[in-house]
């Protein structure tokens, strides 16, 4: 069965870069989440996005845009990049109750 | 504010019995409950969930159950495996239908299982 696809799995980027990570959630899915985990920490939800519109947002700096497209594919961007920003993020997707999470892109600011 | 707390940061069971992880909530708008599982540098796994109109759901190995007036909810797994060994993440959310609510997670509970 398909699954959600993140693209890229690693990214490696130095201070003040400019980031995008891709998120292609389940076919029929119309509901995407983005969510950032630090080390040793539980996943913190950054944005959401239902029918190509933001639904609900959360943590997410204002250095990070995201949006939804067409396609229902989403795309989180972030700029200016700071040593912080390393984490792991992972996207999901939903129909109904339950998301299905992705396999993650790993941010290493350096 | 930590809405969904799993206060035991590791568990430890041997093979064969019965692992149990808890899960506490506060916000009583939460009214649908799901257990991921994740193993390191991997997304999380989607395993089993409940909704607040139930108080017990069974898939195989496990079982999760729903105290509502204690705002509280447990996952068994029977019997335990060493491919169980993994991070257990509790998380809620309020609204099942399209498009609501953000799911809230917990902080995570490890769990190993001794051969």
């Known amino acids: 069965a398909a699954g959600v696809i993140q693209s890229p799995r690693h990214l490696i980027k130095e201070k003040r870069e400019t980031a995008t990570l891709k998120c292609y959630p389940i076919p029929r899915h119309d509901t995407v989440y983005w969510y950032q985990q630090g080390p040793g920490q539980d996943p913190q939800f950054l944005i959401s996005f239902y029918e190509k519109m933001q639904s609900d947002k959360g943590s997410i700096p204002d250095r990070f845009s995201a949006q939804q497209f067409s396609d229902y594919h989403s795309e989180l961007n972030m700029s200016s990049l700071e040593l912080g920003d390393s984490a792991l993020y992972f996207c999901?997707?939903?129909?109904?109750?339950?998301?299905?999470f992705g396999q993650g892109t790993r941010l290493t600011v350096v | 504010d930590q809405q969904v707390k799993q206060n035991s940061p590791s568990l430890s069971v041997q093979e064969g019995r019965i692992s149990i992880l808890n899960c506490d909530y506060t916000?009583?708008?939460?009214?649908?409950f799901l257990w991921y599982k994740k193993y390191p540098a991997e997304g999380p796994t989607f395993l089993i969930s409940i909704s607040s109109i139930k108080d017990k759901n069974e898939d195989g190995r496990f079982t999760v159950f729903l105290n509502k007036s204690a705002k509280h909810l447990s996952l068994h797994i029977v019997p335990s495996q060493p491919g169980d060994s993994a991070v257990y993440f509790c998380?809620?959310?309020?609204?099942?239908?399209?498009?609501?609510?953000?799911?809230?997670f917990g902080q995570g509970t490890r769990l190993t299982i001794n051969p």
């Open positions: 916000n009583s708008m939460f009214d649908y």
């Open positions: 998380a809620a959310k309020s609204g099942i239908i399209q498009g609501a609510q953000k799911l809230v």
């Open positions: 999901a997707s939903s129909f109904l109750a339950e998301a299905f």
